[in-house]
């Protein structure tokens, strides 16, 4: 099989999310949320998906896909033996009203740069998974696409029997096409798209401008934070793991998963890599989504996952489509919500410090710490002994995780230093007694003849997920402790071109056959922090290789270069931010001079 990439683009605008392939066709949809059924599901299914295209009407064209710079707008420009076009694709995003204006719209601006090409526009949403054909209706300059929840319209300056019949005619003409859910456009459509567009375009960079990037990695630490944008569902501030499902982890591997639910974990690592950049709204936005949970929660416990409105049942079904290139089952809905995953309580902790102690922040809840703290440190003390399933997820597996109790001592120290801000002084002993204890146990899982920190006590394997006992400074950087616990893994873990795998044991399903590309950049962040600048660079030159045509990252990747599971993957996105800033970081201090 030859190297494998997703040959896609995303545009959103944090209400929902567009996967657009090089062919300009709208390949992955779902509205009116990130987690609902697709209005275009191509992706998983050519022939129910359903398709949004505009493409040339020869099949003797080349195309070439890129953003506008800085910007979360998408081109797709084609080039044939009649004419060149572009297609612009916006999901609009701008200040109105001193309020975000996000609308369930997509904007496509198809723009003639040279001679008279024919065209073909293909239009045929779908719905519930693909089982649902709508109704036509013609309007005067719109279709309305009936069955769904809410009302699909289309509206356009093209001729709307030409898109009816799906037949080519001449571009002699910009030309627009605006496709909503909800709310239909009742304002000017060529005005209206335009300025859309060009607020969209001010808006992204705008806030790309007041982002901190460093002077290395620019474009790529600029491409992940505008990717890792689109994740956080602005409306609760939930931020889901990845906007697709069932994306194998590698071919025929039964490994599909559906990610567009938010873990507590995975969002931790992303709040971490906006607070990196100089960007809190989204974290204070997380705030308001993680206190109603709480506040809604009537148990002693957290589930690792939510949906991006709170609810708790996720139920995992099986939906009869094909698949990605046949890949089944096409899975909806994790059934790790109902898994014991015990990190995820210091996870919120770790996530929440800055609002209650960084001076930056104006955060006018700060008097919620009486209620959440005490209410998370109670359950990392409840379950510091207690095995769970771990941040990969086994199935059939529960051990006292090394990542588990990491994220125990990690929780408490942030719980300890949010009670110091506030002057708790007994909240400080408790939390403090519980890192202690965390120390502890985590001293018993520590291999004293192979000198590394395994997965879980007892168990000889070894997992990439422990990397973080040196980039979260638990293990003392500057020690030989450090620099021998990424020996170790490296001698089981690392592969080719720098890529590393979460482990090599057999798991629920088998042996991994793919690496997880955070755990590249985990490593590369750990070579960084012992002072292998040179080899952290090296690996990161590498591992840059393994983007797409557009600098977006998957969640695997095979020893092959090819790209596998869910795209695109916040976990790489953050791991490439993290790295790169770890190394910009050690090339500022004079020894790195």
């Known amino acids: 099989m030859p190297v494998h990439k997703y040959n896609l683009g995303i545009v959103g605008n944090c209400s929902y999310l567009a996967y657009i392939d090089t062919k300009a066709d709208v390949k992955w949809m779902c509205l009116p949320k990130f987690d609902s059924s697709f209005l275009f599901g191509s992706l998983l299914d050519e022939k129910k998906g359903g398709h949004f295209s505009i493409q040339p009407a020869t099949e003797n064209y080349t195309s070439r896909q890129y953003y506008i710079p800085n910007t979360?707008?998408?081109?797709?420009?084609?080039?044939?033996?009649?004419?060149?076009?572009?297609?612009?694709?916006?999901?609009?995003?701008?200040?109105?009203?001193?309020?975000?204006?996000?609308?369930?719209?997509?904007?496509?601006?198809?723009?003639?740069?040279?001679?008279?090409?024919?065209?073909?526009?293909?239009?045929?949403?779908?719905?519930?998974?693909?089982?649902?054909?709508?109704?036509?209706?013609?309007?005067?300059?719109?279709?309305?696409?009936?069955?769904?929840?809410?009302?699909?319209?289309?509206?356009?300056?093209?001729?709307?029997?030409?898109?009816?019949?799906?037949?080519?005619?001449?571009?002699?003409?910009?030309?627009?096409?605006?496709?909503?859910?909800?709310?239909?456009?009742?304002?000017?459509?060529?005005?209206?798209?335009?300025?859309?567009?060009?607020?969209?375009?001010?808006?992204?960079?705008?806030?790309?401008?007041?982002?901190?990037?460093?002077?290395?990695?620019?474009?790529?630490?600029?491409?992940?934070?505008?990717?890792?944008?689109?994740?956080?569902?602005?409306?609760?501030?939930?931020?889901?793991?990845?906007?697709?499902?069932?994306?194998?982890?590698?071919?025929?591997?039964t490994r599909n998963w559906d990610y567009r639910y938010c873990w507590f974990r995975d969002a931790h690592y992303t709040l971490k890599a906006f607070n990196q950049i100089g960007h809190f709204e989204e974290l204070e936005k997380y705030f308001d989504f993680i206190q109603n949970i709480l506040r809604n929660n009537n148990s002693d416990t957290l589930q690792p996952l939510y949906s991006i409105t709170g609810e708790k049942d996720i139920e995992e079904i099986t939906i009869d489509l094909h698949g990605y290139l046949g890949n089944r089952p096409v899975r909806v809905g994790n059934k790790a919500y109902v898994q014991?995953?015990?990190?995820?309580?210091?996870?919120?902790?770790?996530?929440?410090?800055?609002?209650?102690?960084?001076?930056?922040?104006?955060?006018?809840?700060?008097?919620?710490?009486?209620?959440?703290?005490?209410?998370?440190?109670?359950?990392?003390?409840?379950?510091?002994?207690?095995?769970?399933?771990?941040?990969?997820?086994?199935?059939?597996?529960?051990?006292?995780?090394?990542?588990?109790?990491?994220?125990?001592?990690?929780?408490?120290?942030?719980?300890?230093?949010?009670?110091?801000?506030?002057?708790?002084?007994?909240?400080?002993?408790?939390?403090?007694?519980?890192?202690r204890e965390a120390d502890r146990l985590l001293d018993t899982s520590y291999d004293k003849t192979r000198k590394v920190y395994p997965q879980a006590i007892g168990t000889p394997n070894l997992d990439a997920s422990t990397l973080s006992m040196v980039t979260m400074g638990y293990i003392d950087q500057s020690s030989e402790k450090a620099k021998q616990h990424i020996a170790e893994l490296e001698k089981e873990l690392l592969a080719d071109h720098g890529l590393f795998y979460r482990y090599k044991h057999y798991d629920d399903f088998g042996f991994p056959d793919t690496t997880f590309l955070v755990c590249a950049f985990w490593y590369v962040d750990a070579l960084a922090c012992v002072g292998r600048v040179d080899d952290a660079i090296k690996n990161l030159n590498q591992l840059l290789t393994f983007s797409n045509h557009l600098g977006i990252f998957s969640e695997d990747v095979g020893t092959d270069g090819s790209q596998w599971g869910n795209f695109p993957q916040t976990y790489s996105h953050v791991g490439l931010i993290n790295a790169a800033l770890r190394i910009a970081k050690k090339l500022d201090r004079p020894e790195f001079l």
Not at 202 to 221: R, V
Not at 370 to 379: F, R
Request: include cysteine; glycine fraction near 4%.
């Open 72 to 253: 979360n707008v998408l081109c797709t420009e084609f080039t044939a033996p009649d004419g060149v076009f572009r297609v612009e694709d916006c999901a609009p995003r701008m200040i109105v009203h001193e309020r975000q204006f996000r609308p369930l719209m997509l904007v496509r601006k198809i723009k003639l740069i040279q001679g008279e090409p024919a065209i073909r526009i293909v239009c045929q949403p779908t719905g519930n998974y693909g089982r649902m054909a709508p109704e036509i209706y013609t309007g005067s300059n719109h279709l309305r696409y009936m069955g769904f929840e809410q009302q699909v319209r289309l509206t356009t300056d093209v001729p709307l029997n030409w898109i009816i019949k799906e037949q080519q005619f001449v571009l002699d003409q910009d030309r627009y096409l605006v496709l909503t859910y909800g709310e239909p456009l009742e304002a000017p459509l060529r005005e209206t798209a335009e300025s859309f567009i060009n607020q969209t375009i001010k808006y992204w960079l705008k806030w790309i401008k007041s982002s901190y990037i460093p002077e290395i990695y620019q474009d790529e630490i600029i491409r992940s934070a505008l990717v890792l944008k689109l994740h956080q569902y602005e409306d609760t501030g939930g931020i889901i793991a990845s906007g697709t499902t069932s994306l194998p982890e590698f071919h025929d591997s």
């Open 340 to 435: 014991v995953q015990h990190d995820v309580y210091g996870q919120v902790l770790v996530s929440l410090l800055p609002l209650y102690t960084d001076k930056r922040l104006t955060f006018t809840k700060k008097s919620s710490y009486k209620s959440i703290v005490p209410w998370l440190l109670a359950q990392i003390e409840r379950t510091l002994t207690m095995p769970d399933s771990g941040l990969w997820e086994f199935r059939n597996t529960v051990q006292v995780h090394t990542y588990t109790l990491l994220f125990h001592w990690a929780g408490a120290k942030a719980a300890f230093k949010i009670a110091q801000a506030f002057n708790d002084v007994e909240l400080m002993k408790k939390a403090d007694a519980i890192a």
